[in-house]
């Protein structure tokens, strides 16, 4: 396999790396004394570090090659997912203030204030093991791709090399290692997908021949609102059930809510919020566009451009289009979406069991001995990565982003509630709360069960009776709708059939317990420019919204 990079390539690549190594080796020269510094940045991080930080621990190399495929192979519809930019402003806006009062590290310690040590220990191995699922497999194996594709050589030594190299400078730097990097290789991964959007869409003739090439063979790749009877895209499985599990990712997962903690007060945590859902817009532009700019190329003329699978979409238009020296620069673009979601999991993992999970266990800890903890857990997060490589490369074939929002889809609807109704309303109880995870939790495992054990004869349209077939044949994004409500009203239920919590407890946690003074801080954290540019991003995205309609 020989690499589509030249000498000018590697040299800017080199150039891309040893900043990466100068940012990382001056982050570890300011040392992490203790678990706040190693795990929250020191709650000292300025609003547009953080989000930058939130945008690339978001984009991975699963939308590059994912979400590009997905561009190639059915158009607009997952446009869906990228237009949660308003979700991002929901976290700044509803949730962040009550995550920041309560003082909790992570995601479980927040749901151990405002209910119980149950709902702790649940979430935390629940959260461990989805990582692991998705976000570790799936980023390591699309990572793959890219670096195998680009720098010719085979796919294992690609992945694990990156694997390893990331696992380096986040065992040793911690959070600001992780964020510091990511906000340098958010710069390089927007500047190089947009020259490859700008000069793909030179190739293929404009904006109106790239939509007039693409509808006369596939009319509806520009429709975002497919009907509610699609078998892959229904509107309303991607606007109501998309907007479940948008809640559960931007608002109540570690992996996100982390960077927002790293703020020392709910103001510049809000800020950073807002910036990162601008920047969530970004993909469309980058990555959708450009998987649809390739099925265009490979329309115009087949000879030239070839792709054999959805997935390499994105590579292809990378060795195709770009001339010497810019590969070198998407290349390290593309490696940076890699790198940055891998640090962020790891990251977030290491804290996820050394503050939920060993401190719990072992209080009398010291600070430095949960440190060397945290850096033990990150080392065997990325072993775990390594050892799941060939697994996924078995079952990640195909349109990967779209498999990764299926089951993300059965993650999220009880965890959404949780967090939701905990912090709307003060009423909701421990023993509604942790009914109502392993309720969903029972479901997701019914559901991943029978979608697999059924695949073959859902993929055929073989009609089967009986009520699993029919509990596996139901569309990913409606499935997250009909779990979600089932989620609301179990808990409503089991909340008003048993005891109200300790208010007491949890003040400040929710909002019936907030004190005069909590509401007059909340107040003063914001200004009217907060407010403006959050109501602009909200009409940016409904544009979008009306423009792709076929």
Not at 463 to 471: A, P, T
Not at 522 to 549: A, P, Q, R
């Amino acid at each position: 396999m020989e690499s589509v990079l030249e000498r000018p390539d590697w040299i800017v690549l080199g150039i891309y790396f040893l900043a990466l190594i100068g940012v990382a080796i001056w982050v570890v020269s300011q040392k992490n004394k203790n678990t706040e510094d190693y795990f929250l940045a020191g709650r000292n991080v300025g609003w547009f570090v953080i989000g930058a930080s939130i945008f690339a621990s978001n984009i991975g190399s699963e939308h590059v090659v994912g979400l590009a495929g997905t561009g190639f192979e059915s158009g607009t519809p997952m446009a869906h997912y990228e237009l949660h930019a308003w979700i991002v402003l929901l976290l700044g806006w509803l949730f962040l203030p009550f995550y920041i009062r309560s003082g909790a590290f992570t995601m479980p310690e927040f749901l151990e204030k405002r209910f119980d040590s149950r709902s702790r220990w649940f979430l935390s191995i629940f959260s461990l093991v989805a990582y692991v699922l998705t976000k570790v497999s799936v980023t390591i194996y699309a990572g793959g791709i890219v670096v195998s594709e680009l720098l010719g050589i085979p796919f294992w030594y690609g992945a694990i090399g990156v694997v390893i190299f990331t696992g380096i400078y986040t065992v040793i730097g911690g959070m600001k290692a992780v964020i510091y990097t990511e906000t340098l290789q958010t710069v390089i991964l927007i500047l190089g997908s947009l020259i490859i959007t700008y000069l793909g869409l030179n190739e293929v003739g404009g904006w109106g021949q790239l939509h007039e090439t693409v509808t006369s063979v596939s009319p509806d790749h520009f429709n975002m609102w497919r009907p509610m009877s699609d078998p892959d895209f229904p509107w309303t499985g991607l606007l109501f059930g998309g907007t479940i599990v948008g809640i559960w990712y931007w608002c109540t997962d570690q992996y996100i809510v982390q960077r927002t903690l790293a703020a020392n007060n709910i103001k510049i945590g809000r800020r950073g919020a807002i910036f990162g859902a601008y920047l969530k817009l970004m993909p469309i532009l980058i990555f959708l566009i450009p998987g649809i700019i390739a099925f265009a190329l490979t329309i115009q003329n087949p000879e030239v451009f070839n792709v054999d699978r959805a997935d390499r979409a994105f590579p292809m238009l990378v060795k195709t289009l770009l001339p010497v020296g810019l590969k070198g620069l998407v290349a390290g673009g593309l490696m940076a979406a890699l790198m940055s979601s891998l640090a962020s999991v790891f990251n977030s993992c290491s804290t996820i069991f050394t503050i939920d999970i060993y401190k719990k266990l072992r209080p009398e800890k010291s600070e430095r001995e949960l440190l060397t903890i945290g850096k033990i857990a990150t080392g065997i997060i990325v072993v775990l990565g390594i050892i799941w490589i060939p697994i996924m490369d078995k079952i990640g074939g195909g349109v990967m982003y779209q498999y990764l929002q299926n089951v993300q889809s059965y993650i999220a609807p009880p965890v959404t509630t949780v967090f939701l109704l905990g912090i709307i309303w003060k009423r909701v109880n421990s023993k509604a709360a942790i009914t109502t995870l392993f309720a969903g939790l029972v479901l997701l495992i019914l559901r991943l069960g029978s979608e697999i054990y059924y695949q073959p004869q859902i993929a055929a349209g073989t009609e089967v009776s009986g009520f699993l077939f029919q509990f596996a044949s139901v569309n990913f994004a409606h499935m997250a709708i009909f779990m979600f409500i089932f989620s609301v009203v179990l808990c409503i239920v089991v909340t008003l059939a048993t005891s109200p919590p300790d208010y007491a407890t949890i003040k400040g946690l929710s909002f019936g317990t907030l004190s005069p003074e909590d509401r007059v801080n909340s107040k003063g954290s914001y200004s009217t420019i907060d407010i403006i540019l959050s109501v602009l991003l909200i009409v940016i995205v409904i544009g979008i919204l009306s423009y792709f309609t076929g």
